[in-house]
């Protein structure tokens, strides 16, 4: 793909029903380009762990947005990347936008094979998304009335998802970003107690955190039958990369969009008046 190529594109976006990938669906056909799915329920399937749907999915396209799943930090990922990468480059995909992990050694393995395939590149590195709290691994925990999580203390700049999407679109439709690693983060740190705390005075309901420890903590996503291989990745996640490694607030969404990222405290706000913790058993204050 021409990096000064301005038409309508057809991109392929893996994972294209989750967090971000829904994001940068509905993004992209808002711009009028042509958009593939990447999921195994889609018209064209795309499945992970058939690579026999990577062909299908990947012809006649321009670019592919790689939000791997489970996480690029899950045992075997490079693998599948260098192999996805080596597919796009035989199907004659132009561009290759990464959803990387912020640090993950094992994603910055993918990143170099993505930065190593041939093609045009863009990284877009992430740590903990506001919307877990909403539509992901937390959003249990809010209507329980209890957030019950390893690390508690140590500050995570949480970025938010439709901010992801937006320099994933950028990336994948706008020159100028080639070649680019764009570590995202929301424009402060806050510990898991201060992001609770400040989702219980949105919703003026008594939502209480509690620190545990790792062991705890995987006893308890044992006990409530999470497979083995989600407890490993989710004890790896909290017990290892919440050290205090990803605290640092970073300037990617502003050198790769031109304006300021969004707040924690936005998602909130955003997330307490679409409703979407209204429906809680948790004792009004």
Not at 93 to 111: D, F, Q
Not at 144 to 162: K, W
Request: glycine share 10%; aromatic share 8%.
């Amino acid at each position: 793909m021409n990096s000064n190529d301005s038409r309508q594109l057809r991109i392929l976006v893996t994972g294209g029903t989750g967090k971000t990938g829904s994001r940068v669906v509905s993004r992209l056909l808002a711009g009028g380009h042509e958009v593939r799915i990447g999921s195994r329920s889609a018209e064209i399937p795309f499945d992970w762990t058939d690579r026999a749907t990577w062909g299908p999915a990947l012809a006649d396209v321009d670019a592919a947005y790689l939000a791997y799943q489970p996480d690029l930090a899950a045992p075997g990922a490079p693998d599948v990347i260098r192999a996805f990468a080596a597919a796009a480059k035989t199907a004659g995909v132009g561009k290759l936008v990464l959803l990387s992990g912020r640090g993950e050694p094992e994603a910055l393995e993918c990143e170099r094979i993505v930065r190593e395939s041939g093609l045009e590149w863009t990284v877009v590195r992430c740590a903990f998304f506001a919307q877990n709290f909403s539509e992901g691994a937390f959003a249990d925990y809010i209507p329980s009335g209890t957030v019950a999580l390893p690390n508690g203390d140590v500050p995570e700049p949480f970025v938010h998802a439709d901010d992801i999407a937006d320099v994933a679109v950028a990336a994948l439709t706008e020159p100028g970003h080639d070649g680019e690693v764009y570590e995202l983060t929301g424009p402060r740190a806050l510990s898991f107690a201060e992001a609770t705390a400040e989702i219980a005075e949105a919703t003026g309901r008594d939502i209480q955190f509690i620190p545990l420890t790792r062991t705890e903590f995987v006893a308890g996503l044992t006990e409530y039958q999470v497979p083995a291989d989600e407890v490993s990745l989710l004890d790896y996640l909290f017990g290892t990369l919440l050290d205090g490694r990803n605290s640092a607030v970073t300037d990617g969404v502003r050198r790769a969009l031109g304006r300021e990222a969004k707040d924690f405290g936005d998602f909130v706000a955003e997330t307490a008046a679409a409703g979407a913790w209204a429906g809680a058993e948790v004792p009004v204050r």
